[in-house]
């Protein structure tokens, strides 16, 4: 799988964890493009950003990740994106609220070490595509 034209869009309100799913990313040859918040978020893809993949926290201060995605979805922004909750949100109702909003994938944080999460989303993104 050809990845640097792979462009992946995390958005989290924890700067630590941005750089450090962000240089992860980067370092297995994606395109990665970070955001601390959902109304940036918002604003580039407003502004015409196009990720392949987007990854979304929930807790997030003025606008969570379930209503930024519904607010993507609602607006059409980033159309055929592969999008993954990443959160440490476990409980059952936001899991459920992120399924009703069609979401490719839901990883866990605190379970998760970068490399699983890494992996995990290049699974998502194959079995999405249909690449093998």
Known sequence: MEKKNIKVFIVDDDKFLLGMYSLKFANNGYDVDTTVG????L????????????LL????PYMDGLELLKTIRDEKLAPGAIVVMLTNQSQSSDI?????LNVDG????AATIPSEVLH????????KKGIK
Do not use: F
């Open 38 to 41: 959902s109304l940036a978020a």
């Open 43 to 54: 604003e580039k893809l407003r502004a015409g950003a196009t990720p392949n993949i987007v």
């Open 57 to 60: 926290d929930i807790v997030m």
């Open 96 to 100: 459920e609220r992120a399924k009703d």
């Open 106 to 109: 839901y990883i866990v944080k």
């Open 120 to 127: 995990e989303v290049e699974k998502i993104y194959a079995t």
